[in-house]
C-alpha cells in the first residue's frame, strides 16, 4: 500500500497559503552552465531516467492519494532558443526564467515531480535547468538523478541493478520488527522531553515589501586552501566537519539573536537498509531533527561545538520517530502552532566528498546556481563541497525575513570562517575577542537620552522566555480600511514625524537607553494591490496580516510602522503597529485620530514631565499594597490549557463583542442610579462573570491606568491589582470595587512591575497576574463620518493570558475586546465569556441591577454552551478515530487538525462519518479547507441552513 511519509504529507499541507511560511511547495532548483549538448541524447537519458525510478513518475490526487503511472509517455526536455539574443537580453532572459522557475509549483496531480529544461546560448554553450519536488525527490535523491542522467547520457545502452520502490521500501520500515521497537522507544525519548526542547529563534518576522512571496539567495565560496584548512582543524578538535560549519553558524545566529537557547532544523537523509539496493533508489528519504543550541557561556568556540557535537550525537539516537512527528506533538504539548524555521544542511561528509561526480561535470558543467523552499522554513543554510571548494548557499524568504537583518548574518558567518580558516587558533581564543558586529540600521544623533523605565525593561525581557508567556513584545496592532488621498497621507504622516518626539524615539536595548534621533525617518511601507482580483488581494493580506501583527520590531528603528494596502485608485486598507515601548494606547489612540482626520496635530510640551513622587509616598504606598494584597494567595484559578509557568510563549487571537449604543446608553444609567461610573460597572460585570469560571470564584487582575501627565506622547502608564469575590449584593460589591480603585489610584508611587515583583516573591511562579481588565472609553475615536474606519486589532502583553479591553467605537458602540494566550486558554473558554457577558447585560436592560440574579444566569447559559461543546466533542472524537488518538494525547477542540497528523487521505472517511452523525452531506474536498474544529462545525451549521431552505 502506498502511503505519503510524514514529511510528504507535511510538504503536501504546506503548498496551502493558511500554513505558517506556506504557500511553496518543497522542491530544489538547480542550473547547471556546460558547453555542446546533444538534445537528443538528453531526451533519450532523460527517458531512460523515468523507466529506472518510479518516483519520478508519481502523481498525487486532490486527496494526495499516491499512484505511479506508466513509464510509456514520451518525455522531451523543454529547450529555449536564447542564442538569437543578444547577451544583455540573454541575461535577462535567464534572470526572468530563474525567478519563475524558483517560485514555480510542480503539478504533482499530473505527476510533474521533475521537470528539465535547456537553454541554448551563443556558441554552444547552454544551461541546464533542474527544478525537482522534494516530496519526491530529497535532495541525497538529487545527487542520484543528476549521476544517473549523465550515465545515461554517456552511455545509452549501460544496465544497472534494478532499484528498490520507495513506498516498498517505506512500508517495510514500518513494519520492521527492530525498526518498530526503536521507533517504540525514541518516541517516549521525545515525548518526555517535549519540554526541554528550547523554542524557535526570536527571528524577525518582520512586514516584507510585498505580499508576494520572494525567495532570494545569498552565496558565498571558500576556496580549496580555506575548505582544507578548516577541514582539518574539524579533524584537530574531533569534529565532523558538519559539526564545526554548523557550530559556527549556531554561534553567529545566537549572538545576532540573543536568545539564551533556541532549535536548529537539522534534515538527515539516513536510508535505514531494511532492504538491499535502496541506497541508489530516488524518494523522499528526509528526517528533520530538531537540535537545542545552547549559548550558556563557553570558553572558545572549539567547546561550543563540541557541545553542540554531544547534543547531535544523542539527537541522531533517536531518529526513528519523524522530526515532523516531533513537531507536531511540541505543538500539542504548547497549544499553539510550534515551527523550526532555520534549517542548517551541510553535505560536507559525502563519500567522496563532493558533491556530484566529474562525470556530471564534463557533460552538464558546473552546477552555478541552485536554490530551494520548503513550507515553514524561513532561512535554509546550505554548506557544500563543489569543485573542492566550500559552497556556502542560503535559501532565504524575503517576505518573512528583512535583508536589513540578514545581510549582516551572512556576512559574520563568512567572515568568521575565513578568520578561522586563515587563523586557527581563534577557534580556541576567548568569544569576547571574536567581536562579532551587527551594525545599527540608521547612524542617527542622539537627543535626550534618558534610563529605561521600569516597566520598558519589563517589556524587554518579555521579548526573551526567561519568564513564561515571553517570546513577544508589548504592541498594539490596529486595522482601518477606507478612502485615502495617498500623497496627503504621507505628507501628514511626515509632519507627524516631525511633530512629535514618540515617533522619533529609538531603544537601546543593551545599555538600557532611549533616545531622540533628530532624523524624520518615515516607517511606511506601500504595497500596491491593484492588479490583483479581490480575492486574491485579500489573500495576500491576509496572509500578511498574521505575520505582520506578531512580529517584533527590529530596535534598530524607532518601533511604529505604518503599512498601506492600495485596493483601487481611492481605496486603501491600513495596518499600523507600535510597540509599548514608546506609546501607551490613549496616546496610539490620539495619533490615530491626528493621522486619519482633520485634526490640528498636537504640539507636544518636551518640557513637561511626569508626575513624580518621593522616596518617602513610595515607602508609604508599598505598606498600602502590601496590606490591601495580604489575602491574595494565589494565581486565578481559570481552566487554563495547561500551567502557565510551563508556557514559554504563544501566538495570541482576539474574539470581540459589540453591544449597540442604545444599549450601553439604557445600561450607564442603570448604573449611575447607584452611583456606578461606566467604566465601573463595565469592570464589575467583567470580573463577576470571571470570577463564576474560577474553582473558587475569586479573582485578582492588573488595571492599567494612566496617571494625568502634561507632555509629549509617551507611554507612562502603569498598572494596580483589583480583587473580586462573589457575593450575593453585586450592586454592593460593585460600589466597594468603585471605592477601592479611586483609593488604589491614590497610591501609584509603588505599582506596576513593583505589584508584579511583589506577587512573584509571594508565589514563587509566574504570571503573577495573567488577567488584566483595560479601560479605554476615555480614549478618542474617529468620528462615525470619517472616511477612514477602524476594522480590528490585537494587543499583546508579554506575562499577560488574557487581556479584556473595553471601548466606545465610532458609533457610540461599546466594544469588548479579548486579546489572549491561544496557549494558554481555548478559543471556546472565551466564546462562551462573550456569550454569557451579553447575555448578562441583556439581563441587566431587562430586570435592573437590584433584580437580576448572575448566578442562576450564569447557570441557565451555560446550559446552552454546554449543548454547543457537545456537538464539536463529537467532532473531535470523529477525527481522532480516523487518525487513531485518544482525547487524552493532549487535544482539545481549538487544536489545529494538522498538528493531530491529518492527511487528505483520511478525510474520505471523515466526511462519510460527519456525514452519517449529522444527516448532511459534505465532500472530503470541502472539509480539507476546515483548519480545526470550530470551522468544522460552521461548515455543518452552513450546510443544514442550505438544505432547509
Known amino acids: 500500500m502506498r502511503e505519503l511519509t510524514p514529511m510528504q504529507a507535511a510538504c503536501w499541507f504546506g503548498r496551502s497559503n493558511e500554513a505558517i511560511l506556506g504557500g511553496v511547495s518543497a522542491h530544489l532548483y538547480s542550473e547547471f552552465d556546460g558547453q555542446s549538448i546533444d538534445l537528443k541524447k538528453l531526451n533519450l537519458a532523460i527517458q531512460r531516467l523515468y523507466q529506472r525510478h518510479e518516483m519520478l ?79 519526491a525527490i530529497d535532495p541525497s535523491s538529487f545527487r542520484i538523478l543528476m549521476e544517473d542522467l549523465a550515465l545515461f547520457y554517456e552511455d545509452a545502452d549501460c544496465t544497472l541493478p534494478p532499484t528498490v520502490d520507495f513506498f516498498s521500501w517505506n512500508n517495510q520500515l514500518k513494519h520492521d520488527p527492530i525498526c518498530q521497537k526503536q521507533r517504540s522507544r525514541d518516541r517516549i525519548w521525545w515525548k518526555s522531553r517535549l519540554a526541554d526542547i528550547a523554542p524557535a529563534p526570536t527571528i524577525p518576522l518582520k512586514n516584507p515589501t510585498s505580499t508576494v512571496i520572494q525567495s532570494h539567495r545569498l552565496s558565498s565560496t571558500l576556496n580549496t586552501e580555506q575548505r582544507q584548512a578548516l577541514h582539518r582543524l574539524a579533524k584537530q578538535h574531533r569534529l565532523t566537519f558538519s559539526t564545526l560549519l554548523m557550530g559556527i553558524f549556531a554561534y553567529c545566529l545566537g549572538n545576532k539573536t540573543q536568545d539564551p537557547r533556541y532549535r536548529l532544523n537539522v534534515p538527515t537523509f539516513w536510508r535505514e537498509p531494511v532492504m538491499q539496493g535502496i541506497e541508489s533508489s530516488i524518494g523522499d ?18 567547546q561550543f561545538c563540541q557541545n553542540i557535537g554531544k547534543t547531535w550525537i544523542e539527537t541522531l539516537g533517536h531518529q526513528q520517530y519523524s522530526g515532523v512527528q516531533v513537531m507536531r506533538d511540541l505543538s500539542r504539548y504548547h497549544g499553539t502552532a510550534q515551527t523550526a524555521p532555520i534549517v542548517f544542511t551541510a553535505a560536507v561528509d559525502l563519500a567522496g566528498e563532493e558533491l556530484f561526480s566529474e562525470r556530471v561535470h564534463q557533460i552538464f558543467g558546473q552546477m552555478n546556481w541552485t536554490i530551494s523552499q520548503g513550507p515553514q522554513v524561513a532561512l535554509d543554510v546550505q554548506v557544500v563541497s563543489v569543485a573542492n571548494e566550500l559552497l556556502i548557499n ?3 524568504r524575503l517576505d518573512a525575513l528583512p535583508e536589513s537583518w540578514i545581510n549582516p548574518l551572512f556576512e559574520n558567518y563568512i567572515d568568521l570562517l575565513k578568520k578561522i580558516a586563515s587563523n586557527p587558533d581563534i577557534f580556541t581564543h576567548d568569544l569576547q575577542s571574536l567581536s562579532l558586529k551587527f551594525p545599527n540600521k540608521l547612524i542617527n544623533k542622539r537627543q535626550s537620552e534618558t534610563a529605561l523605565n521600569a516597566l520598558q525593561k519589563a517589556y524587554l525581557l518579555g ?32 509632519d507627524m514625524v516631525r511633530h512629535h518626539p514618540s515617533l522619533r524615539t529609538y531603544i537601546d536595548e ?61 481605496q486603501f486598507k491600513i495596518f499600523v503597529r507600535f510597540d509599548a515601548q514608546i506609546l501607551d494606547g490613549r496616546a496610539i489612540a490620539s495619533l490615530m485620530m491626528e493621522l486619519f482626520s482633520a485634526q490640528t496635530l498636537t504640539q507636544p510640551n518636551t518640557d513637561a514631565k511626569p508626575n513624580s513622587s518621593t522616596a518617602q509616598n513610595r515607602t508609604d504606598d508599598q505598606k498600602y499594597w502590601q496590606n490591601k494584597l495580604a489575602n491574595h494567595v494565589h494565581i486565578p484559578k481559570l481552566p487554563w490549557s495547561k500551567p502557565l509557568d510551563s508556557i514559554a510563549t504563544s501566538l ?30 463595565i469592570m464589575a460585570l467583567v470580573l463577576e462573570i470571571l470570577s463564576q469560571r474560577t474553582t473558587d470564584q475569586t479573582l485578582s487582575v492588573g488595571v492599567p491606568v494612566l496617571p494625568l501627565y502634561d507632555g509629549a506622547f509617551s507611554n507612562q502608564s502603569t498598572f494596580i491589582v483589583s480583587t473580586w469575590q462573589q457575593t450575593a449584593n453585586f450592586v454592593e460589591h460593585a460600589v466597594q470595587l468603585q471605592k477601592s480603585v479611586l483609593e488604589s489610584l491614590q497610591h501609584l508611587a509603588f505599582s506596576g512591575v513593583d505589584l508584579a515583583r511583589m506577587l512573584f516573591e509571594k508565589y514563587k511562579s509566574a504570571p503573577a497576574l495573567p488577567i488584566v481588565i483595560t479601560n479605554g472609553l476615555s480614549w478618542p475615536s474617529l468620528p462615525e463620518s470619517n472616511p477612514i474606519k477602524y476594522i480590528d486589532g490585537l494587543t499583546q502583553t508579554p506575562q499577560v493570558a488574557i487581556d479584556v479591553r473595553f471601548k466606545l467605537y465610532n458609533d457610540g458602540a461599546l466594544i469588548f475586546d479579548i486579546d489572549y494566550a491561544q496557549a494558554a486558554i481555548s478559543d471556546q473558554f472565551i466564546s462562551d465569556f462573550l456569550l454569557q457577558l451579553e447575555k448578562s447585560i441583556e439581563q441587566i436592560l431587562a430586570l435592573g441591577l437590584e433584580n437580576v440574579d448572575l448566578k442562576l444566569h450564569f447557570e441557565n447559559t451555560q446550559n446552552q454552551i454546554n449543548q454547543g461543546n457537545m456537538q464539536r466533542e463529537q467532532i473531535l472524537q470523529i477525527y481522532l478515530n480516523h487518525l487513531n488518538l485518544s482525547p487524552s494525547d493532549a487535544t482539545h477542540q481549538d487544536m489545529q487538525f494538522s498538528h493531530l497528523g491529518l492527511r487528505p487521505s483520511h478525510l474520505k472517511l ?40
Open 57 to 135: 513518475r508519481l502523481r498525487l490526487d486532490r486527496d494526495a492519494i499516491p499512484s505511479i503511472i506508466s513509464a510509456d509517455q514520451n518525455i522531451e526536455i523543454e529547450v529555449d532558443d536564447f542564442s538569437i539574443f543578444t547577451k544583455t537580453q540573454q541575461k535577462q532572459k535567464l534572470e526572468t526564467k530563474r525567478q519563475y522557475w524558483t517560485h514555480q509549483k510542480l503539478d504533482l496531480t499530473q505527476a510533474q515531480t521533475v521537470k528539465f529544461s535547456i537553454s541554448l546560448l551563443d556558441e554552444q554553450h547552454f544551461r541546464l535547468h533542474v527544478d525537482a519536488d522534494m516530496i
Open 285 to 302: 528519504f528526509a528526517n528533520v531533527s530538531i537540535l537545542n543550541i545552547d549559548m550558556s557561556a563557553t570558553e572558545h568556540l572549539a
Open 394 to 396: 542560503w535559501d532565504i
Open 463 to 494: 521579548r526573551t522566555t526567561a519568564f513564561p508567556l515571553g517570546g513577544i513584545a508589548m504592541q498594539e496592532y490596529q486595522e482601518y480600511e477606507g478612502r485615502l488621498d495617498l500623497e496627503e497621507f504621507k505628507l501628514r504622516l511626515t
Open 510 to 570: 543593551k545599555k538600557l537607553l532611549q533616545y531622540i534621533s533628530d532624523e524624520v525617518i518615515i516607517n511606511l511601507n506601500m504595497i500596491d494591490l491593484t492588479r490583483f482580483e479581490q480575492a486574491v488581494a485579500n489573500e495576500h493580506i491576509s496572509t500578511f496580516r498574521e505575520q505582520y501583527r506578531h512580529a517584533l520590531f527590529d530596535l534598530n528603528q524607532s518601533p511604529w510602522d505604518v503599512t498601506v494596502f492600495k485596493l483601487s485608485v481611492d
Open 652 to 681: 495570541y487571537r482576539r474574539q470581540s463583542l459589540h453591544i449597540d449604543r442604545e444599549k450601553f446608553q439604557q445600561l450607564s444609567k442603570i448604573g449611575a442610579r447607584k452611583g456606578l461610573f461606566k467604566n465601573s460597572l
Open 910 to 949: 471523515i466526511a462519510k462519518q460527519i456525514n452519517e452523525t449529522f444527516e448532511i452531506s459534505l465532500t472530503p474536498l470541502q472539509l480539507i479547507h476546515c483548519q480545526d474544529v470550530v470551522a468544522v462545525e460552521k461548515l455543518i451549521s452552513t450546510h443544514t441552513k442550505q438544505t432547509i431552505h
